[in-house]
């Protein structure tokens, strides 16, 4: 029996770190999220690019069910590929938990976001920095997780744009207006530039799930790293409270 994957929204009080394969070694994958969830990784945050929707092209639904053994913590799988509903079917057999894309990728939103959970698997919007927030409106009941992107999206290793700060403020808000509301809880991650030395401010923002590619895999040791980022998120708390 595979081991059970914790559900997504068990640890809502706890914010999550996902670190992204992106900048793992890919040579040596099954290793590498091993050692990320050991060093105590919440999720593993999966970017698929198609070298047409973004610049670059990584990984698919079979490397996501060569990894989906190694760990017992949710794949995170962040679409860049255009279009975007004939690769669900295949990432939720994969052992996909969460699938994220972009509202500009694919033609009928709405319709994407159903097949993604009639699949069984948690669904997000991704939105590029100079994107508005507006494809959130009316489709807040069918969304389980917002991502907002810190950086374009591509590649690893970039800057963080600070003007994500204003946009996670708004997210926020919307987000917690619709919970207010009775509405079903929506996790709100960012990815792009997550760094030590910027996360409290990112946290102190509204963001409750942080994805990590460089800043992580880029060191020699996951845990210290993990636990850095755990520290400062600590700090944008107390600052925030
Ligand atoms: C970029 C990807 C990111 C990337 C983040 O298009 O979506 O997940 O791996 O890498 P860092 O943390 O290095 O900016
Ligand atoms: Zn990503």
Not at 111 to 118: C, G, H, W
């Amino acid at each position: 029996m595979p081991p059970e994957i914790p559900n997504i929204m068990s640890s809502q009080a706890r914010c999550r770190i996902a670190p992204s394969i992106l900048s793992a070694d890919f040579a040596r994958l099954g290793e590498e999220v091993r050692n990320v969830v050991d060093a105590g990784a919440d999720w593993i945050h999966f970017d698929v690019m198609d070298n047409h929707y973004v610049p670059n092209l990584t990984i698919g639904p079979m490397v996501c069910a060569a990894i989906r053994p190694h760990v017992s913590v949710p794949i995170d799988v962040h679409l860049m590929v255009e279009p975007v509903d004939e690769l669900i079917p295949m990432f939720a057999k994969a052992g996909a938990d969460i699938i994220t894309f972009h509202p500009d990728a694919s033609r009928h939103v709405d319709r994407t976001l159903s097949l993604i959970r009639d699949h069984g698997c948690k669904a997000g919007l991704v939105f590029n920095p100079a994107e508005s927030l507006s494809h959130m409106d009316y489709v807040m009941d069918k969304l389980d997780l917002v991502l907002l992107m810190s950086v374009n999206p591509g590649f690893g290793g970039q800057s963080f744009l600070p003007a994500t700060l204003t946009k996670l403020r708004q997210a926020r808000a919307r987000i917690d207006a619709w919970t207010a509301s009775g509405g079903q809880p929506i996790l709100l991650e960012v990815d792009g530039g997550v760094k030590p030395d910027n996360i409290a401010e990112i946290r102190r923002a509204g963001a409750d799930t942080f994805v990590a590619g460089s800043a992580i895999f880029g060191q020699p040791d996951y845990k210290q790293v993990i636990e850095a980022l755990r520290s400062e998120i600590a700090k944008g708390e107390s600052l925030q409270a």
